[in-house]
C-alpha cells in the first residue's frame, strides 16, 4: 500500500483503493502516459506524478485551470491543458500507443463529453486501460455516481457499452471498486484481455 497520507489536496486519488489499484494496473500493462480529463486543482496529477513518467491533465473550467496551474508548476513531468477534454485527448493520444491509462472524470453539467473521450480513443485505434470516476457500481449504486441533470442518465455500463465494445472490439474485461476511502464515488476499470 502506498501512503498517501502526507499529500494535502482534494484530489479522486485521496482514495487509497483508487491509487493502489492504478498502481497495479499500470505494472501490469506497462504504462507510460497517464491522462486525466477534469483537472479540479491538480491534485491528482500531482499524486499520480510520482508514480508514472509522464502525466496529462485536461481542465475546461478557466478558474479550475488557473488553480491547476499553480498547484502544478513545480511537477516537471506534469502537462496541465485547458480546453475540451476530446478535443485534447485527439492531440496528446499518439496512434496505436497502447501504454496508456485514461482517467475519465469530466462528466458533470449538461455536456458529458465521455462518449466523444470515446470516439477519439477508437480513431486513434488504442488499447489503453481506463478507469471512469463517478460511476454506478451494480447492483445498487453503493458508491456515489453521476446522473446527468438535464435528462436524468445514469453514468453506467449502458451508458458506455456500445463504445467500450468499439474500442476493445469486444476483447476487454472490467471490474468495479469494492470498496473507496475519503471519496465515496463509483469507479470502473475497464482493460484490454491480454
Request: hydrophobic share 35%; aromatic share 14%.
Amino acid at each position: 500500500m502506498t501512503d498517501i497520507s502526507s499529500i494535502p489536496c482534494r484530489s479522486a486519488y485521496i482514495d487509497q483503493y483508487l491509487l493502489d489499484t492504478t498502481i497495479d494496473l499500470c505494472e501490469k500493462y506497462k504504462i507510460t502516459k497517464f491522462v486525466e480529463t477534469g483537472s479540479y486543482h491538480g491534485g491528482s496529477a500531482k499524486i499520480v506524478s510520482r508514480y508514472i513518467r509522464e502525466v496529462h491533465t485536461i481542465e475546461n473550467d478557466p478558474d479550475l485551470f488557473k488553480i491547476s496551474q499553480k498547484n502544478l508548476k513545480n511537477y516537471l513531468n506534469v502537462t496541465l491543458h485547458f480546453g475540451n477534454s476530446s478535443e485534447i485527448l485527439n492531440k496528446v493520444l499518439s496512434e496505436g500507443d497502447d501504454n496508456i491509462f485514461l482517467f475519465l472524470d469530466a462528466h458533470w453539467g449538461l455536456y458529458w463529453p465521455l462518449l466523444d473521450e470515446f470516439k477519439v480513443i477508437k480513431q486513434k485505434n488504442i488499447k489503453p486501460v481506463i478507469a471512469i470516476h463517478d460511476f454506478f457500481v451494480p447492483p445498487n449504486g453503493q458508491f456515489g455516481y453521476d446522473v446527468h441533470p438535464g435528462d436524468g442518465t445514469i453514468l453506467n455500463f449502458d451508458y458506455i457499452n456500445q463504445s467500450v465494445n468499439e474500442i476493445y472490439d469486444g476483447q476487454y474485461e472490467y471490474f468495479y471498486n469494492t470498496k473507496c476511502s475519503d471519496i465515496n464515488s463509483g469507479i470502473i476499470y475497464i482493460y484490454p484481455k491480454k
